[in-house]
């Protein structure tokens, strides 16, 4: 396979993973390949059993054929906790109560943020220090987009969350991730959706200026 080839089936997954569903001709404006081009590479990841395509009528004429990622698909994206992740805590609670699991999210947020401050604490610009912090969970697995609107607030927005599937039992895990954003870039940040509570994006108002 051609590195190009390559690069825009991983630009059409990427852009499914963030809308849910997309047409080809959807697609194919935001790659900018044509239709018929987009069609063939969607083909190749049907076959891989990455995409399928669910038929919706439109009006008057032939249906709109919406293609989405399978389960499958989704497994690509990193996900840190998982099944036996869950069943350890519940293990830990079980043991020795609700606090130590309580513990063990506020450790693992102090050891983040050792490892994140470091990397950020020489820069002085805040929209700087915003961009680089993107790019580091980039480089970490997470499917991540910041929104800028000049001197406005931005909003970071996150399409995969790998502790969803632990915080639906556990909002330890939400809670001490917030405050992990907070002390790292110095702000109030205000959470306006989270994918453990059903939302489709975990998404971060950052102010700013401070409160």
């Known amino acids: ?78 996900k840190s906790y998982g099944r036996f992740a869950l069943d350890m805590l519940n293990d830990i609670e079980e043991l020795d109560g609700r606090e130590k699991v309580t513990e063990l999210f506020r450790m693992r947020k102090e050891k983040l943020f050792k490892e994140r401050s470091a990397a950020l604490g020489g820069i002085q610009d805040f929209n700087e220090k915003v961009r680089t912090l993107t790019k580091m969970l980039e480089g970490e697995g997470y499917l991540i987009e910041l929104k800028e609107n000049g001197r406005e607030d931005m909003l970071l927005n996150q399409f995969n969350c790998p502790v969803s599937r632990v915080a639906s039992q556990y909002n330890e895990a939400c809670r001490y991730e917030l405050e992990l954003l907070n002390d790292l870039l110095g702000r109030s940040i205000q959470r306006k959706g989270c994918m453990a509570a059903g939302d489709p994006v975990c998404s971060f108002l950052i102010p700013s200026v401070k409160a």
Do not use: C, N
Request: no cysteine.
């Open 1 to 78: 396979m051609r590195l190009e080839d390559s690069l825009t089936k991983d630009r059409i997954i990427m852009l499914l993973k963030k809308a849910g569903g997309m047409t080809a001709e959807d697609l194919s404006r935001q790659i900018g390949i044509t239709p018929m081009g987009v069609r063939q590479h969607l083909l190749s990841l049907e076959r891989k059993g990455m995409v399928e395509y669910e038929a919706r009528k439109h009006g008057i004429g032939r249906p709109v054929f919406i293609y989405k990622l399978t389960d499958k698909a989704d497994d690509i994206f990193p």
